[in-house]
């Protein structure tokens, strides 16, 4: 508990400690992601089913806020920040008959399911004119923050998402949903003999984790105020977020923050000048067959082994030699 604290406040102090736009900014995607990788990890990482069509609610919540807030300005009285609980919750509701098709397949037939209702997605994003705009891109209302703080508010409020992300997977991990979760991944067959109910735990926490993806996809809708369904409805943004989790260490509350704080700089960083914009997907493959053949389960669960195996070690040198009991020879008189 006290390590959570250092960790919320620490991430709470940073726009305030380091107060330049460029800075903030980056901080503002990183966060972003650490929240994506954090709601993807709920399903991937506690159940093993690797869904890759999160980036489609990434969209949906963008486009819920550009249509609620467009450029001549909201709902009197209103901020998207406000709104983001009911857009998490309409998600939701609207991920559970999605799960309900995709759940009837395992697997590699899964990803395969869920990677294509991403491009029918994106597909529709620039289809349905009339609600996206298709091509020509929708503008949303700027925000009236300061200049000089611009950048503030939505890392703020990224963060209250974050911190809620990892609330919620800390409740499952030690709830019956949790249980149930790695029950499915270890062995989902054996998990349904024993009269565990897997489908209401999957689509349970399928809907969780796409609720949260729409929040965020609503706030940096918000923030960059003019958005185009090529990257509102982006594979980049799913595959970034599963490379963060499988970084970090897949299952782990700290894993995806700890990806996300390795990748996320490194790829804003090139992104801001044109002729490496793209080179952090080289960044990306690089990242992720290292992961895999060297930290298969992550850097937190690798130095957790680490640390276990040099304490067993340590504890075999340290502790004392056994007592050796004298032998006594006995000969037999006849």
Do not use: H
Not at 127 to 135: D, E, K, Q, V
Request: glycine share 10%; aromatic share 12%; hydrophobic share 55%.
């Amino acid at each position: 508990m006290a390590l959570t604290v250092v960790i919320v406040a620490g991430l709470a102090a940073f726009p305030f400690v380091f107060q330049a736009n460029w800075v903030v900014n980056i901080a503002v995607f990183t966060m972003m992601y650490a929240g994506l990788a954090t709601a993807w990890n709920l399903l991937g990482g506690y159940s093993g089913y690797i869904s890759l069509c999160n980036a489609a609610f990434f969209g949906v919540g963008a486009y819920a806020i550009a249509n609620l807030f467009p450029t001549s300005g909201g709902p009197p009285g209103s901020t998207p920040f406000l709104i983001l609980p009911l857009l998490g919750l309409g998600a939701a509701i609207l991920s559970i008959p999605i799960g309900w098709v995709a759940f009837r397949t395992r697997g590699v037939t899964f990803a395969i399911v869920t990677i294509s209702l991403l491009f029918v997605a994106q597909t529709l994003a620039f289809l349905m004119r009339s609600f996206t705009r298709g091509s020509q891109g929708m503008g949303i209302g700027v925000p009236r923050f300061s200049v000089a703080t611009y950048e503030r508010p939505f890392y703020l409020a990224l963060l209250a998402i974050f911190v809620f992300a990892v609330s919620v997977c800390w409740y499952v991990r030690r709830a019956k949903l949790g249980l149930t979760l790695f029950a499915i991944r270890d062995d989902e067959d054996r998990a349904r003999g024993l009269g565990v109910d897997t489908e209401i735990a999957k689509l349970v926490t399928f809907a969780m984790s796409l609720g949260i993806t729409a929040m965020i996809g609503g706030v940096w809708a918000y923030y960059i105020t003019y958005i185009y369904p090529q990257f509102a409805v982006d594979p980049l943004i799913t595959i970034g977020m599963v490379l963060m989790v499988f970084l970090g260490g897949k299952g782990t509350l700290w894993g995806p923050l700890l990806g996300a704080l390795l990748l996320v700089p490194a790829q804003r960083l090139l992104a801001q000048n044109a002729s490496t914009a793209r080179w952090y997907l080289i960044l990306y493959s690089g990242v992720f067959l290292l992961v895999i053949l060297l930290l298969p389960r992550g850097i937190i669960p690798s130095v957790q082994d680490l640390i276990a195996r040099l304490r067993s070690k340590s504890d075999r040198d340290t502790s004392p030699p056994a007592a050796t009991v004298p032998t006594v020879r006995t000969e037999v008189v006849p």
